[in-house]
């Protein structure tokens, strides 16, 4: 046994991470590169290593060797034999199978492999079969090309990766180049741009994950001008669209009338058309066609960009799988996925490209430097009787609902009064509450797309210093100089939700000053368990929660002064 070294790694693929460790953080940096982080109590974080997660590592250019020897390089004792041969499988998989243009049959592709034991296995699964493949050799199998993306989803799904040399289309040409005024790509963005480049033949799809306010929407573009191509662009909501038409307006060539609107306002598609999952998935009933997924072929496109890609929706999943010869570009700043589909990103839309931890940015001053700090509130008495009385399905509600978190929420406000705070929740009647006690402004989904452009200008001028939040802001909206956000309620344990609050203050502030998020949480609650896991993505990333356990009457302090807490609630 070395205790100089941070981890215990076991046979069933999880590593226990020491958290008062010494060598913590070169160990937490050293498993983010291919493994997923599963608990993160005070004392040991929980990581496990996934097939998926292998996979993206030997994406970005892990061999089964170099993760062994990290492995050994960080754990308490010998990593077990079992284990380091599971890693050598699994890694091996990815590019035993590869997928090319048929030279003979222009329409047909060609599955290859060296190793004959592999295309009869898969010939075995009726899947496949299916999708009417025809074994030409011991070693190739042919198929259809309209079939190319339905292969790679199911090769990932049954655990045999495939690497997809078929290459793309051209696209229709679109001639541009960076306005003169424009500063340059980071060191950063031109790595994320050369990584999704790829080697010859195997680039060209694929996801790169950066933080808020790290210049996602700047690789875009850059992809863009690199290629020369018309584009179609896919983002979460309105607002978003209009942020990346006026990026593209600034900082190239383009005009307006190369750039189009295609959501539920306008329909326009032009050389550059920037969309909404929300109208790609629209439909008159559950029994209609989706009548705007025609959009993926009404123009020759060369790229698609999506943008939030971890929010792709099911219909979008399955337009992609049948547009494989575009290049795809996936942009996030988390790639997990609340339901689990984190594969059909990496089958469809293509593996993790590029990816540098939030805190190492922080450090190099590209995004701001956070606090996060969770505050524990208890309930008041009557509301714990109700807490305890109400049904399970109901209590998690109840907790987040707590009206004691309105004294915080002034605490804080008091705390930081000549900062710009958000204050974002789920909730739309708490929302109200705390919108009329500190009289500011609520956006939510039920105010026109108008109204809320024009209380966002508002915040970004400093006319309002304080906005309430529904998740309509989660994802993309650029607030620069917000550095205060008070989480008061959210989507149950969503990792990827902790993740998009905390980028609407990641952006450098002109002040230079620190940026604080704040979760009030209900005390010996329902809320804390999920609280946890909420954390646990930004916990991955580097982020420590301080956390305080407070009552009305205790003051709200920064995270860097001295805390009053309970010994089992020291740093996560």
């Keep these: 046994m070395d205790n100089g070294k941070a981890c215990i790694v076991q046979r069933d693929r999880t590593v226990l991470l020491e958290c008062r460790h010494p060598h913590f953080e070169l160990a937490r940096e ?68 590869t997928l090319e243009v048929d030279t003979i049959v222009p329409q047909q592709l060609i599955l290859k492999s060296s190793e004959p034991h592999i295309l009869e296995e898969i010939m075995g699964y009726e899947d496949l079969l299916s999708l009417g493949m025809r074994q030409r050799s011991m070693t190739e199998v042919t198929l259809h090309q309209e079939r190319r993306g339905r292969l790679k989803q199911e090769l990932t799904r049954i655990g045999f990766p495939v690497l997809d040399l078929a290459g793309y289309h051209e696209g229709q040409p679109l001639v541009f180049s960076w306005r003169e005024d424009f500063p340059g790509l980071r060191d950063y963005q031109k790595q994320a741009v050369k990584a999704f480049e790829g080697m010859p033949g195997s680039g060209g799809s694929g996801v790169v994950a950066l933080p808020c306010g790290a210049g996602k929407t700047v690789v875009g573009m850059a992809v863009m001008e690199k290629l020369q191509c018309e584009t179609l662009i896919l983002t979460s909501n309105t607002t978003s669209v209009r942020q990346w038409i006026d990026e593209v307006l600034q900082k190239t060539t383009l005009t307006a009338s190369e750039i189009g609107e295609y959501s539920g306002q306008k329909k326009e598609v032009k050389p550059v058309t920037v969309a909404t999952y929300q109208i790609l998935t629209h439909r008159r009933s559950k029994e209609s066609e989706f009548q705007h997924v025609k959009l993926f072929n009404e123009r020759s496109w060369g790229l698609i960009i999506y943008d939030e890609v971890h929010l792709l929706p099911a219909p979008v999943f399955r337009a992609t799988a049948d547009i494989q010869a575009t290049r795809r570009l996936g942009l996030t700043a988390t790639l997990v996925r609340e339901d689990g589909c984190e594969q059909d990103v990496f089958s469809l839309v293509g593996p ?32 714990k009787e109700q807490y305890l009385c109400a049904e399970n399905k109901y209590k998690f509600r109840w907790a987040a609902e707590n009206p004691a978190k309105l004294s915080m929420i002034k605490n804080i406000i008091k705390r930081h009064y000549d900062c710009t705070i958000l204050i974002i929740g789920q909730y739309i009647d708490q929302l109200k509450m705390i919108a009329t006690v500190i009289q500011a402004p609520l956006i939510s989904g039920m105010m026109s797309q108008q109204e809320r452009n024009d209380l966002y200008a508002a915040f970004r001028q400093g006319d309002i210093p304080i906005l309430v939040v529904s998740k309509v802001a989660n994802f993309a909206v650029d607030l620069p100089d917000a550095s205060i956000a008070i989480e008061v309620s959210g989507s149950y344990g969503s990792r990827q939700e902790e993740a998009q609050r905390l980028g609407r203050i990641l952006r450098p502030k002109s002040n230079g000053k620190r940026a604080y998020f704040y979760t009030l949480v209900t005390r010996d609650s329902k809320e804390e368990d999920y609280a946890l896991r909420r954390q646990m993505f930004l916990i991955e990333q580097g982020y420590e929660y301080l956390i305080q356990n407070a009552s009305d009457e205790e003051p709200v302090r920064n995270a860097g002064e ?3 807490v309970e010994e089992d609630a020291s740093l996560l």
Excluded at 41 to 46: E, I, K, Q
Excluded at 366 to 372: L, P, Q, S
């Design 30 to 97: 050293k498993l983010s590169c291919y493994a997923e982080l599963l608990k993160s109590p005070a004392s040991f974080h929980t990581y496990r290593i996934t097939p998926l997660s292998l996979w993206n590592a030997a994406a970005l250019g892990w061999t089964a060797t170099m993760v062994n020897d990290s492995l050994q390089s960080i754990s308490r004792f010998d990593v077990p034999v079992n284990l380091l041969e599971d890693i050598q499988q699994l890694i091996s998989r990815y590019g035993q199978l």
């Design 352 to 383: 993790k490209r590029y990816d540098m931890p939030w805190r190492q940015l922080e450090e190099r001053g590209w995004i701001a430097k956070v606090d996060c700090i969770e505050v524990r509130v208890a309930m008041p008495p009557e509301v």
């Design 562 to 564: 001295q805390l009053q």
